[in-house]
């Protein structure tokens, strides 16, 4: 398998926000000459011949400081980042911060970085700088598989190499470095130039050698003026004194937990990924002891299972005595069971193991003796740390087999990655040398078998998976990848430094080799047990399960240890399953699965401390500062910065309306009222309102991020659920007018969108001249300390604006280019656009450059917009939607959490995606004496747009007064206000009544009203 590479936008704005630092600064290579040689001592026409020796190195900066800080601010600004007032420096380098969440291709942005400032400038002179063995490993292999991808877009090629003193032609290599006006770039680990005590090779750098002309390494490096890219600079330590040793040009730094900020540029936090839709989701079951009473008694509670049948019941494993010895057997129990006669009367269980009380909703079983359980605790004396890592094999293993039963048939291999810290746990060795299995591969092919013999037993399982399934025994899908010693053996890496990692190459090399093989089908490993101590090396796309088999609990941070899976998984063809192409499958594709050593709560709550330490910068309250500070966009799209007494009031307005607590936190009121439509401010904000619900909901969304859910508090799970027969019949009737499919066809005047385009420009842009404030104030007449402190002892006297007369200097702005790249239109037909509108508007071009660019391809992506609703037109096909599509084949959820019990819908239980989705089907759907009948439509119910596939949320069969059905298919929005429906959605919903319109043509006395609703009023207005 080959590994695909796409064009993202977030990638692209990450590497240009480093391009545009530089705006100013000419293009161009940089030869020079360093020294003359006699080629040989022979005279040619009587005259002794010489050979110049020249360098190419990057050219030094022309812009000035002043000016690469102008550029920076107005990055910060695009990029909504705090805007610094001076230049931040390391050693009097100047240093650059890019954030980039893990698993969102930090690597491959650096490397489009490389590739377009030499577009750019010329620059092409590179060192990679990385903490560790194992990512400067991954750093080289990514360069690798990526090389034809980048040709492809540049037409150069990277030459690169690792540093490393044990290898002669490396030190050739930096002899070559600066030799040609090739992209050249070195990978280097900071061990390799950061002289301790201990560190012989590290002082290589700084001697003269015999195989480069007695010369030094560094004096190569350094006289190429080299860019320093540095990866995770926060686990640099000292080793960054070290930097300036190199005369770079500047530096970049990269990483998702900077320690320490110089200049940020650019950011994709925890929070931007998830949301973005750019890594996996993040499951949770925690695994850990709760006890003992001194004897003998193993319980394990599995999962709690609810139905409307019956009361809920547990899923435990205990001890039970049969005729060939005690043997460990998962047991359904319910309320009243007793474990005693349950076990075949086993002496462990004889004091009060008998079940008091099964909580479905906490997920908990309770004894008459007072022992609690939570899922996915062990209990009891024999819980010692085998039968715990039993537990970990086999929940992994069968979260593995629901994974690889939903994504088989999608061609996505999945992959389960164990860590374990002793290699003789899953390895030993005789004294002969042969191969013995340590304990975990015994207990991983013991349950291995078990679970698959008993998913073999499903008779409607998929033909192709059960024959994939039958091809290999547990012996061969699982492999380890260890540290080898000179006789092939594995051996326990070698933990070192505080982040406990290993430096072995060999091994590193070995699981860079096996990575794109691991996601092919034909390769029989799914199952990898790798030390922990080579966790960096692990990065592969399709690990969907990682379990942490260890001794004790690690300090290793939880971010690196959920780091090894987050990114996006990949098919047979090597695609990125993104949310482009799987659209609302996307997080219940990529899910990624941890199995920890501990509880769900101690994972949880560290991984989040750790997320929310490095969102820091987020502003997560509201106190009045904050809107002292803040510039709000008003209807005209301008900004307004509030005064300190008009940021009192609304503050105050807040607090009054109950949207702000007594920790200046954002209530649930707050969101109740924005989702309904009756957010209230007074009516001296109504012009900023918009912006500040908008800010105001984005804070409370970053407050209450959860970046985990706990997997083993899923109560309801069922495989293959299908609608309840009684109601479905009653649902029949619409689903048969609704499952036609269509096909839209457009035909697009493009002179008819050209003029368009210029009656819009001509009637609505409008852009903000750059101002200068000018401020006159003198010294109060008289003042305390206390003036001083607050900063009081100025009066402003007078206020004046000015526009301000901008020199854009050597900045070259390419109009048509831009604007052609947002709109996707050729650049003709922005040249006759331009061309049409009038002088006034095209000279406020001027006033704000990119300004005038970002909304002049507004207007005209409107126009885009419009036009296409105006002109499509949608054809009815001979296909039909199978009812099959109503079959769920894994339905899970957590009860009154994300999972209600309903009456009226085709499913017994309703998943729902927001609040506005329950209060919609519990406070209307369900109690609304109209309603007979509804179904939250399958993801696979889809109705092609020019702008992506759309599924509608709901269709709802509602009784009229006289007997005649209406037919409903409802969208429902948190507000109608059409400015809180993103543009895209706002397309879809236009294409979609165009659709619902040709339905409705071929239906003479039952018809499909469509529409988009925020509550049940809504809906029954429209519908009476």
Not at 319 to 326: F, R
Not at 814 to 823: A, H, M, P, R, V
């Amino acid at each position: 398998m080959k590994l695909k590479f796409t064009h993202l936008d977030y990638q692209e704005k990450a590497a240009m926000s480093v391009v545009n630092l530089f705006k100013g600064q000419p293009n161009k290579l940089n030869k020079s000459l360093v020294d003359r040689i006699l080629k040989s001592n022979e005279l040619i026409n009587q005259v002794k011949e010489w050979e110049d020796i020249s360098i190419f190195s990057n050219n030094k900066l022309v812009i000035t400081e002043e000016e690469i800080l102008k550029n920076l601010q107005e990055i910060q600004k695009e990029n909504g980042l705090r805007v610094d007032k001076t230049l931040k420096k390391l050693d009097d380098i100047l240093n650059f911060s890019i954030e980039m969440e893990t698993g969102t291709g930090k690597t491959y942005v650096y490397t489009k970085t490389m590739f377009e400032l030499n577009k750019h400038y010329g620059w092409n002179k590179f060192i990679i700088m990385v903490p560790s063995i194992a990512i400067r490993e991954g750093v080289y292999k990514s360069l690798e598989i990526t090389k034809d991808h980048f040709f492809e877009d540049y037409k150069k090629k990277i030459r690169f190499f690792i540093y490393d003193t044990k290898n002669k032609s490396n030190l050739i290599n930096i002899k070559h470095f600066a030799d040609t006006p090739d992209i050249e770039v070195i990978i280097m680990n900071h061990q390799a130039f950061n002289i301790n005590k201990n560190s012989l090779n590290a002082r290589i750098i700084y001697q003269e050698l015999d195989s480069i002309n007695s010369q030094k390494p560094i004096d190569l490096i350094k006289r190429a003026n080299p860019i320093l890219i540095i990866d995770e600079p926060q686990k640099f330590g000292n080793a960054e004194k070290k930097f300036k040793e190199f005369t770079p040009l500047f530096i970049l730094r990269y990483s998702a937990t900077h320690k320490k900020e110089y200049n940020k540029i650019y950011k994709l936090d925890a929070i931007d990924a998830y949301n973005e839709k750019l890594v996996k989701k993040i499951g949770v079951i925690g695994i850990e002891q709760v006890g003992t009473t001194g004897t003998d008694s193993y319980i394990y509670l599995d999962r709690i299972n609810i139905s409307k049948k019956h009361y809920p019941e547990a899923y435990i494993e205990i001890e039970t005595k049969g005729k060939s010895g005690i043997k460990r057997k998962e047991i359904k129990v319910k309320n009243g069971d007793n474990l005693y006669e349950l076990s075949g009367e086993l002496t462990q269980y004889k004091e009060g193991f008998v079940v008091e009380t099964i909580d479905g909703l906490e997920n908990k079983i309770r004894f008459l003796n007072g022992i609690e359980l939570k899922t996915g605790d062990v209990y009891g004396s024999e819980a010692n740390e085998n039968a715990i890592r039993r537990v970990q094999i086999r929940e992994t293993i069968k979260r593995h087999f629901e994974k690889e039963k939903e994504l088989f048939k999608k061609g996505i291999k999945v992959l389960s990655l164990f860590f374990i810290d002793e290699v003789s746990k899953y390895r030993k060795y005789g004294d002969t040398g042969n191969e013995l299995k340590g304990e975990y591969a015994s207990f991983f092919e013991e349950e291995y078998e078990k679970i698959k013999n008993e998913i073999l037993k499903d008779v409607f399982l998929d033909a192709e998976y059960r024959q994939y399934l039958e091809t290999h025994d547990a012996k061969n899908v699982h492999n380890g990848y260890f540290s080898i010693d000179k006789k092939g053996r594995f051996v326990d890496s070698k933990a070192k430094g505080k982040e406990k990692e290993s430096d072995d190459i060999s091994a590193y090399d070995l699981i860079m080799k096996d990575k794109e093989r691991l996601l092919s089908f034909e390769e029989p490993t799914r199952f990898i047990f790798s030390h922990s101590a080579l966790r960096e090396g692990w990065d592969n796309p399709n690990v969907f399960q990682i379990c942490t088999l260890r001794h004790t609990h690690s300090e290793i941070s939880k971010r690196q240890e959920i780091g090894r899976g987050l990114r996006i998984c990949v098919n047979q063809n090597g695609e990125r399953m993104d949310s482009k192409k799987l659209e609302e499958e996307f997080f219940d594709i990529n899910h990624l699965t941890i199995i920890a050593n501990e509880s769900y709560e101690n994972f949880a709550k560290q991984l989040q401390n750790e997320i929310l330490e490095s969102l820091k910068d987020r502003i997560t309250s509201l106190p009045l500062e904050v809107f002292e500070k803040r510039e709000f966009i008003n209807e005209d799209g301008r900004k307004v910065k509030l005064k300190k007494q008009d940021a009192s009031l609304l503050y105050a307005d807040l607090v009054n309306n109950g949207y702000l607590n007594d920790k200046d936190e954002i209530t649930d009121k707050f969101i109740e009222d924005f989702e309904n439509g009756k957010f209230n401010l007074s009516e001296k904000f109504k012009d900023i309102k918009k912006d500040i619900a908008k800010f105001m909901k984005k804070v409370y969304e970053d407050r209450t991020f959860k970046i985990t859910e706990n997997e083993k508090e899923k109560n309801i799970k069922i495989e293959n659920f299908e609608p309840d027969k009684e109601k479905f019949e009653k649902f029949k009737e619409l689903w048969n007018l609704i499952n036609k499919k269509t096909i839209y066809e457009v035909d697009f005047n493009t002179d008819e969108l050209i003029q368009k385009s210029i009656e819009s420009i001509n009637k609505n842009l409008k852009i903000t001249p750059i101002k200068v404030k000018i401020v006159e104030g003198e010294q109060i007449d008289k003042f305390e300390k206390y003036d001083l402190e607050k900063g009081e002892t100025l009066k402003t006297e007078k206020v004046k604006y000015e526009n301000l007369a901008v020199d854009y200097g050597e900045i070259k702005y390419d109009l048509i280019g831009e604007i052609s790249k947002n709109t996707k239109l050729l650049r003709k037909t922005i040249i006759k656009i331009l061309q049409g509108i009038s002088r006034e508007k095209f000279d406020m071009f001027k006033l704000n450059p990119e300004e005038f660019i970002l909304k002049v391809s507004n207007l005209i992506n409107n126009e885009i917009g419009t036009t296409l609703i105006e002109n499509i037109k949608y054809n009815l096909t001979e296909e039909t939607y199978d009812n099959s599509i109503f079959t769920i084949k894994k339905f899970e959820g957590k009860l009154d959490e994300n999972v209600i019990k309903v009456e009226k819908h085709i499913y017994n239980y309703l998943k729902f995606d927001s609040r506005i989705e329950r209060k919609f089907a519990e406070s209307g759907l369900e109690i609304g004496t109209e309603i007979k009948v509804y179904a939250k439509l399958p993801s696979d119910f889809k109705i092609e747009t020019p702008v992506g596939n759309y599924n509608p949320d709901w269709a709802i069969v509602i009784q009229n007064g006289d007997e005649k059905n209406i037919y409903f298919i409802a969208e429902t929005k948190g507000s109608l206000d059409s400015m809180e429906i993103r543009e895209k959605e706002r397309l879809k919903i236009e294409y979609a009544k165009k659709h619902f319109e040709v339905l409705n043509s071929i239906f003479e006395d039952k018809k499909i009203k469509y529409d988009v609703v925020d509550n049940y009023d809504a809906l029954m207005k429209i519908v009476k």
